[in-house]
């Protein structure tokens, strides 16, 4: 039982890690970038909930609906600014401004708001959780299970079924392919920040319900986790992204649980390492060929 | 049709297209042949806008290309298929068609252009679920053709189409090429396959190191000493 509660904890926190991959990785896919200023725009998305509820009384979800407004206005604007510059520019020149961005965020948030930790609301979901027998689930990780199983079906029904998941598709293999069909592909790419970003808002929410204390430095290591989860399932696949994220977040929780708290992200980190020697594309990847 | 007039494109400091001019008419088959590293595919980048040239005018049916952002060229009927075939690997044969269309928004239309496209290569209709990329190199040659048909244009650009097939798929590739044009779409042919493009062209033109250095029929300039002896092996 105790083992059946540690397991069902660690799928809610790799649900949140799989939001954050998601974003990742769909940004990858699209724009052949690592967004490594994503977790930052999740702490910020944090602060947007906290202060819509703690300091404009806002109700729980018109806040959340404005932390998902305000992060996929800053996705965007992010990419336009500093990004959209680098289009042709070496992966290396994106990648560096991608940190600086990170930094950007963080010591913004930390001029802004300060560095003291803030405690974020707990009335955002419904306390407590359901009995089964002797096993409790609370309702945030149900809900947040939920959550991200909702997104990741909604992401491949859009992806895979609507013309401008085909046009995501299409700019993701080949730019100047999908140009001459007449896509808008710097939109496509717009569009893709959006998403990801809103979904990072989602993820700050859920998190920060997790973990309560919010700081400007918050987003940093989820930031990583999540960007090991979509290596792990295989950069670029939403499939992957999910896979990689509930995997994470099971072996996190029960290393913590059974092996050592200090040693967990060692292991995670290591599993990581184990599973590119075995499949450098990871779990769902494409392997990528050229055919002549 | 098609007007282009003292076209220069550079990649940085080279000058790969000189000031070139040449134009294509309502319903014909103009051709642009040359050596490898001639000019072609930059002539044609231009045109469709995946190249910004340094001076120079494309217009199309007079309106000018080379201001246009490359994704609305489309949408004024000019379609292309591009060297190297550039099909949508992960995405299914039927998908890669419906791209093709992307621009358009007539759902009738576009199922009858499918239609259409499957009567013209049999062998997409009995592959369209599979991925393009289990496809053999003529089969995604036609699916590269197919897809720019899709999007309905007026002109269409074919870049080498007939590169890396059989001598056998390459004559077949021609014949859809000439019914393709019969149905009424102007064709922009760039080719390697000199012998061949001449045989099937109204007109064509020879591209030399980024400027045009020979023009006529296609009959002419396959009965041009010159040409011979450079393109056609004697």
């Known amino acids: 039982m105790q083992f059946l509660s540690y397991l069902i904890s660690g799928l809610g926190l790799g649900s949140v890690y799989a939001i954050m991959a998601l974003g990742y990785s769909m940004v990858y896919g699209i724009a052949k970038m690592l967004n490594f200023a994503h977790g930052d725009i999740i702490m910020v998305g944090a602060y947007v909930a906290f202060f819509a509820i703690s300091g404009a009384g806002m109700p729980p979800a018109v806040a959340i609906l404005l932390s998902i407004l305000a992060c996929t206005v800053l996705g965007v604007v992010i990419e336009r600014l500093a990004y959209k510059p680098l289009r042709e520019a070496s992966s290396l020149a994106v990648l560096i401004t991608a940190i600086g961005v990170s930094y950007f965020l963080e010591n913004g948030a930390l001029i802004l708001w300060g560095a003291d930790s803030k405690f974020f609301p707990s009335n955002i979901f419904p306390q407590g959780g359901l009995t089964v027998g002797s096993l409790t689930i609370s309702w945030l990780t149900i809900i947040t299970i939920a959550v991200c199983c909702i997104i990741m079906i909604l992401l491949m029904l859009f992806v895979g079924r609507t013309n401008t998941g085909r046009a995501m598709r299409a700019c993701s293999e080949d730019k100047g392919a999908a140009t001459l069909m007449g896509i808008n592909v710097n939109a496509i790419i717009s569009l893709t920040f959006a998403i990801g970003s809103g979904l990072a808002a989602v993820a700050a929410v859920l998190l920060a319900s997790t973990y309560p204390s919010i700081s400007p430095t918050l987003g940093a290591m989820p930031g990583i986790k999540a960007f090991t989860a979509a290596v792990l399932g295989g950069i670029g696949s939403i499939p992957g992204a999910f896979l990689g994220g509930l995997l994470l977040g099971v072996i996190e929780n029960l290393s913590k649980a059974y092996i050592s708290q200090q040693l967990s992200d060692a292991i995670v980190f290591g599993v990581l390492v184990v599973i590119l020697l075995i499949k450098p594309a990871g779990l769902l990847g494409r392997k990528v060929s050229e055919k002549v | ?234």
Do not use: C, W
């Open chain 2, 1 to 234: 049709m098609l007007k282009v007039e003292n076209l220069k494109v550079r990649y940085g400091m080279i000058e790969a297209i000189k000031g070139i001019s040449f134009e294509v008419r309502d319903g014909e088959i103009v051709t642009l042949i040359g050596a490898n590293g001639a000019g072609k595919t930059t002539t044609m980048h231009a045109i469709s806008g995946l190249l910004k040239p340094a001076s120079g005018s494309i217009t199309m049916d007079g309106q000018d290309l080379v201001k246009m952002p490359s994704h609305k060229i489309v949408s004024l009927g000019l379609a292309q298929v591009p060297e190297g075939r550039r099909v949508f690997a992960q995405q299914t044969v039927e998908e890669n068609l419906v791209l093709g269309a992307y621009t358009r928004r007539d759902k009738a239309g576009i199922e009858e252009d499918q239609e259409r496209v499957f009567d013209l290569f049999p062998r997409l209709k009995e592959r369209r679920t599979q991925l393009a990329g289990t496809l053999s190199g003529g089969e995604q040659q036609m699916l590269a053709m197919g897809r720019a048909l899709m999007a309905k244009p007026k002109l269409v650009l074919m870049d080498e189409p007939s590169m890396g097939l059989s001598p056998l798929l390459v004559k077949e590739i021609f014949h859809i090429i000439e019914d393709i044009n019969k149905q009424g779409t102007t064709v922009l042919l760039v080719e390697q396959n000199a012998r061949m493009a001449l045989a099937i062209a109204d007109r064509a033109y020879v591209l030399e190191t980024g400027k045009i250095t020979l023009e006529g029929t296609g009959e002419e300039l396959a009965k041009d000493e010159r040409v011979r002896k450079a393109y056609l092996g004697g």
